[in-house]
């Protein structure tokens, strides 16, 4: 299921070339331009850059699914200047919140709330999945913008 999502998230990143900003002056609907509603401005284009968030994103997925069977730790394998641009940190999580594995050394033995307890803060996400150790979170966590 996993590998679907991120075939999906590949698959649409490649086929977003469309800006979405426009330099068209907007043109207002016949009732509004018959009541004498000035048009609007033409909007800024957004900045963000969705495609590489996405990609970064599939990545850090990746990264996570590889190390389950590893006996090796995230942060011997992935040291902080080989994540993607956009990821802060990637944890793997057992069934209770414990960290059992993370990109930061510090991580490693605490325990993080699991998205059941409804206390996620934006800018994580979390993908559930059975493996071969049983239930395990990762949880991906994203730097702000």
Same mark, same amino acid.
């Given at each position: 299921?996993?590998? $679907?999502?991120?075939? $999906?998230? !590949?698959?649409?990143?490649?086929? &977003?070339?469309? &800006?979405? #900003?426009?330099?068209?002056?907007?043109?207002?609907?016949?009732?509004? !331009? *018959?009541? #004498?509603? @000035?048009?609007?401005? *033409?909007?800024? /284009?957004?900045?963000?850059?969705?495609?590489?968030?996405? /990609?970064?994103? !599939?990545?850090?997925?990746?990264? /996570?699914?590889?190390?389950? =069977?590893? +006996?090796?730790?995230?942060? @011997?394998?992935?040291?902080?200047?080989?994540?993607?641009?956009?990821? +802060? %940190?990637?944890?793997?999580?057992? /069934?209770?919140?414990?960290?059992?594995? *993370?990109?930061?050394? =510090?991580?490693?033995?605490? &325990? =993080?709330?699991?998205? %059941? %307890? #409804?206390?996620?803060? +934006? #800018? +994580?996400?979390?993908? @559930?999945?059975? *493996? &071969?150790?049983?239930?395990?979170?990762?949880?991906?966590?994203?730097? !702000?913008?």
């Amino acid at each position: 299921m996993i590998w $679907f999502f991120v075939l $999906f998230i !590949a698959l649409h990143s490649q086929n &977003t070339d469309r &800006t979405l #900003g426009t330099n068209k002056a907007h043109v207002p609907a016949r009732y509004l !331009a *018959s009541r #004498g509603t @000035q048009p609007q401005q *033409s909007r800024p /284009a957004i900045n963000c850059d969705v495609k590489s968030h996405l /990609a970064d994103f !599939a990545i850090a997925v990746q990264l /996570a699914t590889r190390s389950l =069977d590893k +006996e090796t730790y995230l942060y @011997q394998d992935v040291p902080k200047t080989k994540l993607p641009a956009s990821i +802060e %940190s990637i944890s793997i999580l057992d /069934a209770r919140g414990k960290v059992k594995d *993370s990109t930061i050394n =510090d991580f490693i033995d605490k &325990t =993080d709330a699991l998205p %059941s %307890s #409804g206390e996620t803060k +934006e #800018g +994580e996400y979390y993908i @559930q999945l059975k *493996s &071969t150790k049983g239930l395990r979170w990762i949880l991906i966590k994203t730097k !702000a913008e």
